[in-house]
């Protein structure tokens, strides 16, 4: 909540929780996954590998190529996740890149690359749990690619029905992995209607508990973005925060 809706509160996570915000930039968070992962291989951290999440639209940038580059040299323990829903806003895939697929572009950075079906939640919980395992063992990153499809509009200015069929979007509703996977648990008797109420209403509170903490009222630290661009204070950022409180001040006196 703190996040979509541009307070800095949302950018800082608790210490137990190493998920960093998401990234407008594209591919900008891939250079900084392989920092992360280098850094923690050079701490002696056995267990940590890092986990890069992005689309297709990602893989034409070149901090995507950066990245898997330095990955590679460095034999960092990062798992780049491709998840190619075959769009970047109106821009088809075929029209991002020459390859055939996303994966195999890891044969040229020198690791391992895999395509798997996006869809099914087992083939991708598989997919990364092998990447995961090579990393730990020391083996270096790994590109995985689920192929998906973007059933909504890329955002509210979106109008998809102006670059991709009816038939085509009732094609792929058929693979919905949510259903998919809820029909494959049923099957196994692991899930039923009962169980999809109590996680919906759980769900709903826990949204429901998220609004009504966003919007009550608190103290708004303006400066708060300066606090978090280093770990530590810089003095060319420390100047800034000056300069923008000064002018902050004399807005506000205008008003
Ligand atoms: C460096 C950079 N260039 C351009 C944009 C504008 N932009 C936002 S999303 C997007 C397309 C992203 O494609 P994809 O990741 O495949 O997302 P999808 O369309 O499937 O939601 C572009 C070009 C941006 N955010 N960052």
């Given at each position: 909540?703190?996040?979509?809706n541009g307070h800095e509160e949302?950018?800082?996570?608790?210490?137990?929780?190493?998920?960093?915000?998401?990234?407008?930039?594209?591919?900008?968070?891939?250079?900084?996954?392989?920092?992360?992962?280098?850094?923690?291989?050079?701490?002696?951290?056995?267990?940590?590998?890092?986990?890069?999440?992005?689309?297709?639209?990602?893989?034409?940038?070149?901090?995507?190529?950066?990245?898997?580059?330095?990955?590679?040299?460095?034999?960092?323990?990062?798992?780049?996740?491709?998840?190619?829903?075959?769009?970047?806003?109106?821009?088809?895939?075929?029209?991002?890149?020459?390859?055939?697929?996303?994966?195999?572009?890891?044969?040229?950075?020198?690791?391992?690359?895999?395509?798997?079906?996006?869809?099914?939640?087992?083939?991708?919980?598989?997919?990364?749990?092998?990447?995961?395992?090579?990393?730990?063992?020391?083996?270096?990153?790994?590109?995985?690619?689920?192929?998906?499809?973007?059933?909504?509009?890329?955002?509210?200015?979106?109008?998809?029905?102006?670059?991709?069929?009816?038939?085509?979007?009732?094609?792929?509703?058929?693979?919905?992995?949510?259903?998919?996977?809820?029909?494959?648990?049923?099957?196994?008797?692991?899930?039923?209607?009962?169980?999809?109420?109590?996680?919906?209403?759980?769900?709903?509170?826990?949204?429901?508990?998220?609004?009504?903490?966003?919007?009550?009222a608190r103290q708004i630290k303006n400066d708060a973005p300066f606090d978090?661009?280093?770990?530590?204070?810089?003095?060319?950022i420390e100047a800034q925060r000056k300069r923008f409180l000064m002018d902050l001040e004399k807005e506000v006196g205008h008003e």
């Amino acid at each position: 909540m703190f996040h979509i809706n541009g307070h800095e509160e949302g950018n800082i996570n608790p210490a137990s929780d190493r998920t960093l915000p998401v990234s407008i930039i594209l591919a900008s968070q891939l250079p900084h996954a392989v920092g992360l992962a280098y850094g923690s291989k050079l701490k002696g951290e056995k267990d940590t590998v890092a986990l890069a999440v992005f689309g297709d639209g990602s893989t034409s940038e070149g901090d995507f190529h950066e990245a898997l580059n330095f990955a590679s040299v460095l034999n960092a323990p990062v798992v780049f996740l491709c998840q190619n829903n075959q769009f970047a806003i109106s821009t088809p895939l075929e029209m991002q890149t020459g390859s055939g697929t996303i994966a195999q572009k890891a044969i040229a950075y020198g690791m391992q690359g895999i395509q798997v079906d996006g869809n099914d939640a087992l083939a991708v919980y598989q997919a990364v749990k092998d990447a995961v395992d090579r990393a730990r063992a020391g083996e270096g990153p790994s590109l995985i690619e689920a192929v998906t499809f973007r059933m909504a509009m890329h955002t509210t200015a979106d109008d998809p029905t102006r670059y991709r069929s009816d038939d085509l979007v009732k094609k792929w509703e058929k693979k919905d992995p949510l259903m998919r996977f809820r029909i494959y648990l049923e099957r196994k008797g692991l899930w039923d209607d009962k169980k999809q109420e109590k996680l919906e209403a759980g769900i709903k509170e826990d949204i429901d508990n998220a609004v009504t903490e966003f919007e009550t009222a608190r103290q708004i630290k303006n400066d708060a973005p300066f606090d978090y661009v280093f770990g530590t204070r810089v003095d060319l950022i420390e100047a800034q925060r000056k300069r923008f409180l000064m002018d902050l001040e004399k807005e506000v006196g205008h008003e």
